[in-house]
């Protein structure tokens, strides 16, 4: 189960602010605001997952037949071969047994190329067009020491494993492929209004003075039944239907027998 609500937007105290840090050599100082109202975009998880509106796309948000035609595409290039003679020559991404046949780079532009292509209804153009308009960040994607598709497309995990490669193995391999560039793209062409965020029907707004002084005059700890003081730190349960006092939760006293 995982919490459906995320943060849209944070409004911060315009008249107040506190003292972050100070460098008391040049006397420079920094400053923060705390946050006077929270906006929540509260997902309605209509797809059973916590994140059916995409705030981040991946996709299953998308067209499903415009991604089986992307997987298709891949399928017909991945590792497509013609024989001369007693001589086998591969003119696709990888050979048969798995292995990258072209430069890591080149796979994965072309990849993106072909998926932008039918995004845009099979014009070259706008393939093109997209390739240009964000070409650093497909070639980051592509190899990073963080996350990028360069362990998924050398089998790096799969090959320290001693993983088998076989036809399963492989179609399974273009559908991952297919769908995490498909998401790419998603994401990348989403139009800033479109975003979730934006979702005005879906809002959840906190404001956090008025919180403060409901839990003063009305809350009650779940544990002790005692109220709280103003602008106190709590807890809570996972749900939020209950609230305690720091020094009523249970992680604290056990915190508190390990001390002893």
Same mark, same amino acid.
């Given at each position: 189960?995982?919490?459906?609500?995320?943060?849209?937007?944070?409004i911060?105290?315009?008249?107040?602010?506190?003292v972050?840090?100070?460098?008391?050599?040049?006397?420079k100082?920094?400053?923060?605001?705390?946050?006077?109202?929270?906006?929540?975009?509260?997902?309605?998880?209509?797809? /059973?997952?916590?994140?059916?509106?995409?705030?981040f796309?991946?996709?299953?948000?998308?067209?499903?037949?415009?991604?089986?035609?992307?997987?298709?595409?891949?399928?017909?290039?991945?590792d497509?071969?013609?024989?001369?003679?007693?001589?086998?020559?591969?003119t696709?991404?990888?050979?048969e047994?798995?292995?990258?046949?072209?430069?890591?780079?080149?796979?994965?532009?072309?990849?993106?190329f072909?998926?932008?292509?039918?995004?845009?209804?099979?014009?070259?153009?706008?393939?093109?067009?997209?390739?240009?308009?964000? =070409?650093?960040?497909?070639?980051?994607?592509?190899?990073?020491?963080?996350?990028?598709?360069?362990?998924?497309?050398?089998?790096?995990?799969?090959?320290?494993?001693?993983?088998?490669y076989?036809?399963?193995?492989?179609?399974?391999? *273009?559908?991952?492929?297919?769908?995490?560039?498909?998401g790419?793209?998603?994401?990348?062409?989403?139009?800033?209004?479109?975003h979730?965020?934006?979702?005005?029907?879906h809002?959840? *707004?906190?404001?956090?003075?008025?919180?403060?002084?409901?839990?003063?005059?009305?809350?009650?700890?779940?544990?002790? /039944?005692? /109220?709280?003081?103003?602008?106190?730190s709590?807890?809570?349960?996972?749900?939020?239907?209950? =609230?305690?006092?720091?020094v009523?939760? &249970?992680s604290?006293?056990?915190? &508190?027998?390990?001390?002893q």
């Open positions: 189960m995982h919490n459906p609500m995320t943060v849209a937007f944070e911060k105290y315009p008249w107040k602010k506190k972050l840090w100070k460098n008391e050599s040049t006397d100082v920094e400053y923060y605001r705390e946050t006077f109202i929270t906006i929540w975009h509260v997902d309605p998880e209509k797809d /059973g997952t916590d994140d059916s509106c995409g705030w796309m991946r996709s299953r948000h998308g067209d499903k037949k415009v991604l089986e035609e992307i997987e298709r595409e891949f399928e017909f290039n991945w497509s071969s013609f024989e001369s003679g007693k001589n086998k020559y591969y696709g991404y990888f050979r047994d798995g292995v990258l046949n072209m430069c890591l780079h080149s796979v994965v532009i072309d990849l993106f072909r998926a932008a292509q039918i995004v845009y209804g099979m014009d070259w153009d706008k393939g093109m067009k997209y390739i240009n308009r964000h =070409i650093g960040e497909i070639l980051r994607f592509a190899e990073n020491p963080v996350d990028s598709l360069h362990t998924s497309l050398t089998r790096k995990y799969q090959n320290a494993c001693g993983e088998e076989n036809s399963e193995v492989r179609k399974g391999w *273009i559908k991952e492929t297919a769908s995490i560039i498909y790419f793209i998603l994401r990348s062409e989403r139009p800033w209004y479109k979730p965020r934006w979702h005005i029907h809002w959840k *707004i906190q404001i956090h003075p008025l919180q403060k002084i409901m839990r003063y005059l009305f809350g009650r700890c779940d544990k002790c /039944g005692k /109220g709280f003081r103003y602008g106190e709590v807890s809570g349960s996972w749900y939020g239907d209950k =609230i305690w006092h720091n009523c939760c &249970d604290a006293k056990v915190v &508190d027998s390990d001390s």
